[in-house]
């Protein structure tokens, strides 16, 4: 192992993602349920989408509320249009990401703009701290060319969608859960380090080929929770063949986390003032 990684995290489990549905029918897999929750906080979903068939995707996400967390969204094929009740639009295309903070709440629809052809990417939710829940609602769309991105001296492509690796800083930084989003490009026979404080959970999605991590294998489509021994630095991925991957990782809240649908919050008291804000209409007044 290189000099700059002392001890490499392993694999505490093996998550196999679930087939499901959400908006108007739009197929995709499950990859981090509700509960996983606790042991990934900050981490509250992983969603995947990836198909060729119109069928799948066409009917897109009409107006869904959000209110507690942020949503972020990676595109990797295809075109998706947001639109928000704050007045926000944007086009996400292949390699863009979308950053909202949902906040005190927000209503959003997400619609693909393509009648054929292959949609594919992820949806990654991330949790709000208590004092952080009912802040005004924000979201920032990143191109691709954005979006910061190196390649090692071990051929390893590395798109930096939060926090830092090897020196560079990501589209966006959190203070409070200091989130690490990387899209790893891997070429077969390559190896990648990154450090990781030993209190952030962790953990990596295989979505092309396959990875050895920390000495163990994970298939494509399966997310490897990473363990948090103390005495480890960071985590080395190790690829036989061409592969791809997400590696994520984010710093605890140890808060409670309290989810109805699209709300996530402390309590059930503040849930149901999410509904009973949501159905007054007062999500639609977010604020720029």
């Known amino acids: 192992m290189h000099e700059s990684l002392k001890l490499s995290r392993s694999v505490e489990q093996l998550v196999t993602g679930q087939a499901t549905s959400d908006g108007a029918g739009v197929k995709l897999t499950r990859v981090l349920t509700q509960s996983l929750q606790r042991r990934l906080d900050p981490f509250l979903m992983l969603d995947a989408f990836g198909t060729d068939n119109p069928e799948d995707y066409i009917a897109g996400f009409p107006d869904h509320p959000h209110r507690g967390f942020e949503t972020i969204t990676y595109m990797i094929a295809g075109r998706m249009r947001h639109r928000d009740s704050a007045g926000h639009e944007g086009l996400l295309e292949n390699g863009g990401v979308q950053w909202m903070t949902a906040g005190r709440g927000v209503i959003h629809s997400e619609l693909p703009e393509q009648q054929e052809g ?19 609602a924000w979201y920032r769309d990143f191109q691709s060319a954005d979006i910061p991105q190196f390649t090692t001296a071990e051929g390893v492509m590395v798109r930096v969608i939060a926090g830092q690796s090897h020196g560079v800083a990501g589209a966006m930084q959190r203070d409070t859960t200091q989130p690490l989003y990387l899209d790893l490009h891997f070429a077969a ?100």
């Open 189 to 288: 026979g390559s190896r990648f380090e990154q450090a990781l404080p030993a209190s952030h959970n962790a953990f990596v999605y295989v979505y092309r080929g396959s990875l050895a991590v920390g000495g163990s294998e994970v298939p494509r489509q399966h997310m490897a929770i990473l363990d948090n021994s103390p005495d480890t630095d960071g985590v080395l991925l190790e690829a036989a063949v061409s592969a791809r991957a997400l590696l994520i990782a984010g710093q605890p809240l140890g808060e409670p986390i309290v989810q109805y649908g699209p709300f996530v919050m402390n309590t059930q008291a503040e849930i149901h003032q999410a509904i009973h804000d949501f159905r007054a209409g007062r999500f639609a007044a977010a604020s720029d």
């Open 118 to 136: 292959r949609m594919e990417g992820f949806q990654l939710w991330l949790n709000l701290a208590s004092r952080d829940k009912l802040q005004a």
